[in-house]
């Protein structure tokens, strides 16, 4: 099945830095990357997602890029802001007998200081 | 809209019994996939459900079951409870595919 990796581990910014999650995933038929958010005590929160026809997607001050040559796909967070503080998930979703399960990376701690 | 919603938030439970969580996905979703969150495995797949048959399992023991009704709503169960289960389980909800909605989960404590 497919393998998504992801880093950092930690990852620790100042306000009004940039944030860069990059992860990598092993199926070169895979076709959709979301990224979750997830606080403490909450349920992982959809931010972005990516499909493989797409090569970058911008929300405001959150940007995907995919390299499916690579087989890479990184979150670009910009100007960020103490409440960015979370766990960051990246994943790719299966495909053929797997559709419908997504491999989720470890996680990424992004820790913004004010 | 309503989003997905997952009964109870917290079970203690004791060892050997067994347990049945409830998610509620969101109104049109058909699919609904189940997710096993500790901090050693991270976010593991366990089954995920479309129209009341299941699509997919992850490589987890007969203990872990679930079932999809014809709401969409799901159940899943795990019997003779060990330690190792207590973990936050983890529901989510889709429409066909994509875009994945996770509710809040269940912590369940094994003692």
């Known amino acids: 099945g497919e393998n998504v990796e992801q880093h950092p581990s930690t990852l620790s910014v100042q306000e009004g830095d940039s944030a860069v999650i990059k992860c990598t995933y092993s199926d070169s038929a895979s076709n959709y990357f979301p990224w979750y958010k997830q606080e403490l005590g909450k349920g992982p929160q959809l931010i972005i997602d990516i499909r493989s026809n797409v090569g970058e997607k911008k929300d405001q001050r959150i940007a995907v890029t995919l390299n499916k040559t690579a087989k890479h796909f990184s979150l670009h967070i910009t100007e960020t802001q103490p409440e960015d503080s979370a766990v960051y998930f990246c994943?790719?979703?299966?495909?053929?007998?797997?559709?419908?399960?997504?491999?989720f990376g470890r996680g990424t701690q992004l820790t913004v200081w004010p | 809209k309503a989003g997905v919603t997952q009964t109870p938030r917290y079970l203690i439970k004791t060892r050997g019994q067994q347990v049945t969580l409830s998610c509620s996905p969101i109104s049109g979703h058909r699919s609904v996939s189940w997710y096993q969150q500790t901090p050693g495995q991270g976010l593991q797949f366990l089954f995920e459900y479309f129209s009341e048959t299941q699509r997919n399992k992850g490589n987890f023991p007969g203990r872990f079951s679930g079932r999809q009704f014809s709401n969409s709503r799901s159940e899943m169960n795990v019997s003779t409870l060990e330690l190792g289960d207590s973990a936050l389980y983890l529901c989510?909800?889709?429409?066909?595919?994509?875009?994945?909605?996770f509710g809040s989960g269940t912590r369940l404590t094994v003692v």
């Open positions: 989510a909800s889709s429409r066909g595919g994509d875009g994945y909605t």
């Open positions: 994943a790719a979703r299966g495909r053929g007998s797997t559709l419908g399960r997504l491999y």
